[in-house]
């Protein structure tokens, strides 16, 4: 008797805990849901709310983080639900994308859909394949195609593109050190997974959950978080010591960066930002090392060339776009980008490249990138562009990963490389 009332009790104290943390994962989401609605990023206001409410454990933020985002990820589906019954499409959002399922989930489960039981939540975590997917979802909330998964003038895409961004890119991280094996030593140490990139062994990706914060390294400079398809534009610009180069839209600097350590900190990095946020962050993570004095960081208007007293070796113009390829890692943009968004991308895209082309010397390189997916940014901005610039020609590149050529500028797109998807397209001014 004893044994059995402590059993019960042991059950109604989890039962409550369970209860308590899922209505904390649905206050959170609201309030988050909220910012999405006003055009916030999801990924920085979920870190701004966790930062002011200590409360909340790693078990606790991951199991909230990892919910939130699965809704986002597999909205194009669940969007059907009903708002009342949203605790629902945070549930299957979570299942869907293949997360860890415990106690607490099955309680989850078992109160919201109890006809699925365990074996149904087991089913969801067997199923690898987005029609096995589909087919599940569909008997839970109705009739689910692949295809709505994106927006409905996205279309065109392979089932191994739609499947991949259906998926969480792992962390890529960039090592500058003279010796990386004290950082990879302290890795290990954590028990951190990690695996080094085969031609070019300072890529390294992280398959463990992390916290770059605690490593040394990182705070002081000598490792930049990067995903691979933005390592690959570095790689793809291919500065040598001694050159100078103008980074257009630097961002917060990370192909700032990656130049320099290309130059090996020989040569100078014009990195010009008009976005006040980004360029306090650019000015910020080129302060964490002196190696980095080489960069000189600007703001820019982007309406006319800025008083430059030469030309350059090189110039980046990574453009601003509908960042359709960072979908995997902030999936809620994805049903902001409008169609006639695109279009407008295009027309400043254009005028970039029009604008900044002149600063390019004679046999110079111009680099154009956008971390888009839609042909209308990419290729065909290009090809417009050189119908009037035909001092510049496109140059056959190649993917620095997979080591295949690319006539009409290069595509970095998961399967391929497990991470973001970026055009790239090399162009020299002749002589």
Request: charged share 25%; glycine share 6%.
């Amino acid at each position: 008797m004893i044994s059995a009332h402590l059993f019960f009790c042991d059950m109604m104290e989890k039962s409550n805990r369970y209860r308590n943390q899922i209505r904390a994962l649905e206050s959170v989401f609201e309030f988050i849901h909220k910012k999405f609605l006003d055009g916030m990023p999801v990924d920085r206001e979920l870190s701004a709310f966790f930062r002011k409410n200590r409360r909340f454990g790693s078990k606790d933020r991951r199991f909230i983080s990892n919910a939130i985002f699965g809704f986002f990820r597999w909205y194009g589906w669940l969007r059907q639900i009903e708002p009342d019954t949203r605790s629902l499409a945070l549930l299957l959002g979570y299942l869907l994308d293949d997360q860890l399922v415990d106690d607490r989930v099955v309680y989850w489960a078992d109160s919201l859909v109890p006809q699925l039981g365990v074996q149904g939540v087991n089913r969801f975590q067997d199923s690898k394949f987005l029609q096995e997917k589909a087919d599940l979802i569909s008997g839970v909330i109705g009739p689910v195609s692949i295809s709505s998964l994106n927006p409905a003038f996205v279309a065109g895409w392979s089932i191994e593109r739609m499947t991949s961004f259906q998926t969480r890119p792992p962390v890529w991280l960039r090592m500058e050190q003279t010796d990386a094996r004290p950082f990879l030593v302290a890795l290990d140490s954590r028990q951190i997974k990690y695996r080094r990139q085969d031609q070019y062994p300072k890529i390294l990706e992280v398959l463990s959950s992390i916290n770059i914060n605690e490593y040394k390294d990182f705070r002081q400079g000598w490792v930049e978080i990067q995903d691979i398809s933005s390592q690959a534009v570095g790689l793809i610009c291919d500065p040598v010591e001694g050159d100078n180069w103008w980074d257009v839209c630097a961002g917060s600097g990370g192909k700032s960066l990656h130049l320099s350590a290309l130059m090996g900190s020989q040569g100078q990095v014009f990195a010009t930002e008009i976005n006040d946020s980004m360029f306090r962050e650019l000015n910020r993570r080129i302060c964490k090392n002196r190696r980095w004095s080489n960069i000189h960081p600007g703001k820019w208007d982007g309406l006319r060339l800025p008083d430059f007293s030469q030309g350059f070796d090189g110039v980046l113009i990574d453009a601003p776009c509908s960042c359709s390829g960072t979908w995997r890692r902030n999936p809620e943009l994805r049903w902001r980008i409008k169609r006639e968004q695109v279009d407008e991308y295009a027309r400043v895209q254009l005028n970039l490249l029009q604008l900044c082309c002149s600063s390019v010397c004679e046999n110079g390189v111009l680099v154009y990138a956008t971390c888009s997916l839609f042909p209308e940014e990419n290729n065909r901005v290009i090809e417009t562009f050189l119908q009037t610039h035909q001092e510049f020609n496109l140059q056959r590149v190649k993917n620095p990963f997979t080591e295949e050529y690319s006539e009409t500028g290069l595509t970095v797109t998961p399967p391929e490389t497990d991470g973001n998807s970026m055009y790239i397209a090399r162009m020299i001014k002749s002589g």
